[in-house]
């Protein structure tokens, strides 16, 4: 059963839930592996919570699970005060801001772990090779990430030849793997700050959870681009671009050259029926000019502002014609 008792003067984020997740479950102090089954539309989860299947237990043991089930999984928050008077708004705390320093691009990463399953995250060289290359380049760099906190890597990423020098080198750094550990939540960041000079968005299939309808990233997007700093996404992070808009309401990718994994390349990973959408069919569909280039080659188109890579392959590439736009 749930701990009794509870302090009511703490509510829980669920953003980034959905069914099919899996999260570490606390019970009375002991965590147990669990799979979301069930997440409820309410915008007050603590009054309706969700659903969650503990796997090792009994089936019937699937039960709904109040917030202090999920610590490991949910944000603690401060709750607005219980009683407030009638015909007032409760009182809205903001949340606090981190320093922005001169001359900073923020690097966004995927909150996420599974995909309807599948065990992913971070794809590593994404983040790992433009980090170093902004660093050198003599810009601040923020890790992101739609919830903040340690940032789940894909295993794959971390293999064969995929683990590049660059990732390794990250591996072993100390002062930088403190950063993706203690990622940055978004909310923590105003990106209406003129020091932000870039946005940049990593890949991974962790992002077709949590960068499709988040209206934190797109806001963020929406506020950089329109403020005429550069927005980036490399490989799967462009699946991000397709709930922007510009200013005057169109769509962000329309009219403009714009790439991301191919259908080709999510073909032959597999995992196309995993994905909220394809980025190729999405970015025409929405009047975009997608251009791809040779599966798993290089590939980086620059339209204004917006930047886009395809693939792992054009991380540097993509780093690279950043570092040039802000020049």
């Known amino acids: 059963m749930a701990p009794k008792n509870k302090s009511s003067n703490v509510v829980y984020d669920y953003s980034g839930l959905e069914k099919g997740v899996r999260v570490q479950a606390e019970s009375e102090g002991v965590f147990y ?3 979301v089954v069930v997440v409820s539309s309410a ?7 969700v659903k969650v299947h503990f796997n090792g237990y009994e089936n019937s043991c699937d039960e709904w699970v109040d917030g202090s089930r999920l610590r490991s999984k949910a944000l603690k928050k401060e709750a607005a005060p219980k009683y407030v008077k009638k015909g007032q708004d409760a009182p809205q705390k903001e949340t606090q801001k981190i320093e922005i320093k001169p001359k900073t691009i923020v690097m966004v990463s995927t ?3 599974y995909l309807k399953g599948y065990a992913t995250g971070l794809w590593l060289e994404e983040l790992a090779a433009p980090y170093y290359l902004f660093k050198d380049a003599g810009f601040e760099v923020v890790i992101a990430s739609s919830r903040g906190g340690p940032v789940p890597l894909d295993a794959s ?5 995929f683990f590049t020098a660059e990732a390794k080198k990250f591996m072993h750094d100390g002062a930088a793997f403190g950063e993706l550990a203690h990622s940055v939540r ?10 932000i000079k870039a946005i940049f968005m990593c890949g991974g299939h962790g992002v077709e959870v949590d ?10 997007i929406e506020t950089t681009y329109n403020a005429d700093r550069v927005v980036a996404a490399v490989c799967h992070g462009p699946v991000c671009l397709a709930q922007c808009k510009k200013a005057d309401g169109t769509a962000l990718v329309k009219g403009l050259e714009v ?12 995992l196309a029926d995993k994905c909220a959408w394809l980025i190729e069919d999405k970015f025409k569909e929405l ?4 251009k791809s280039g040779s599966d798993w080659s290089s590939h980086v188109l620059v339209a204004g502002n917006l930047i886009t890579g395809q693939n792992p392959q054009s991380s540097v590439a993509c780093a690279e014609a950043v570092i040039k736009a802000c020049a």
Do not use: H, M, Q
């Open 33 to 35: 592996g669990a799979e």
């Open 186 to 195: 978004l909310s923590a960041i105003d990106w209406k700050s003129s020091d």
């Open 157 to 161: 990423s971390l293999s064969g030849d």
């Open 111 to 113: 909150s996420a772990a």
């Open 211 to 220: 960068f499709v309808s988040n209206d934190l990233l797109k806001g963020a």
């Open 43 to 49: 915008k007050n989860r603590v009054k309706a919570p």
């Open 259 to 270: 790439t991301g994994f191919s259908n080709s390349e999510e073909s032959a990973v597999g």
């Open 287 to 290: 009047e975009g000019v997608y």
